[in-house]
């Protein structure tokens, strides 16, 4: 099992729900990302997981909340989120001894925000 | 701070043609990861090529190989023989640092390339 699989593929929310998005990966990857990416722009990165641990928040805002229950699921829990944070979610994972494989990635969530 | 630059927005190729892709990058990092990634409309980023600052040897994948030049810090990505699949946005992206269980992967602003047939 080669690839990373989100869900939803696409989701719209208004600005009081609370929602989630999952990522799963089944191929022993012990690092995992968070990638937000606009419209004709490139993805950004916001949050990395290293071995089920919070490595790195690249000062995203609290409406935005990742969690890692294991070392093959991510999610990323949204509330009160505003209409600028539409967007497509990626979601990415890797083997830090194999860089020279990237990141594998996710076909991503598309979010709308009403 | 690292930087990637992609000064091309938009590319025409015919098919069966070459096209290359430019990439520029800075950094002060003796060891560092140079990526293109592929993003049909679909969303999906697909990894490409990889080459490694220590790489003597420019690298190859199929159809895709990579112009690395160290001295002028540039990685263009160029793409033989074209094809109508070819037609998406390229990423080209760096690593930061050192590798780790993790590593933060930066990205130029994209080139969105149109195969005609």
């Known amino acids: 099992d080669t690839e990373v699989t989100q869900t939803p593929k696409h989701l719209v929310m208004g600005m009081t729900n609370k929602k989630s998005l999952k990522c799963e990966q089944h191929?022993?990857?012990?690092?995992m990302y968070w990638y937000k990416q606009k419209a004709k722009k490139p993805p950004e990165l916001m949050f990395v997981y290293s071995y089920e641990k919070l490595s790195i928040n690249e000062s995203v805002p609290s409406r935005f909340s990742p969690e890692c229950p294991n070392s093959s699921l991510l999610n990323l829990h949204l509330h009160a989120l505003q209409p600028e944070d539409s967007a497509l979610y990626l979601c990415?994972?890797?083997?830090?001894?194999?860089?020279?494989?990237?990141?594998?990635f996710g076909s991503g969530t598309r979010l709308t925000v009403v | 701070a690292q930087k990637i630059t992609q000064t091309q927005p938009g590319m025409f190729v015919q098919e069966k043609e070459a096209v290359t892709l430019d990439c520029t990058y800075d950094t002060s990092d003796q060891s560092y990861g140079l990526f293109w990634y592929k993003q049909p409309s679909s969303g999906e980023m697909i990894f490409l090529i990889y080459q490694g600052s220590y790489d003597e040897q420019n690298a190859t994948e199929g159809r895709y190989s990579l112009n690395f030049q160290k001295a002028r810090k540039s990685a263009n990505l160029v793409i033989s023989a074209s094809q109508l699949g070819d037609s998406a946005m390229y990423f080209c992206a760096m690593r930061e640092g050192r590798v780790d269980s993790s590593y933060k992967l930066i990205f130029g602003s994209g080139t969105r390339l149109l195969v005609r047939p």
């Open positions: 191929m022993g990857h012990r690092a």
């Open positions: 990415a994972s890797s083997q830090g001894n194999l860089a020279n494989y990237g990141y594998t």
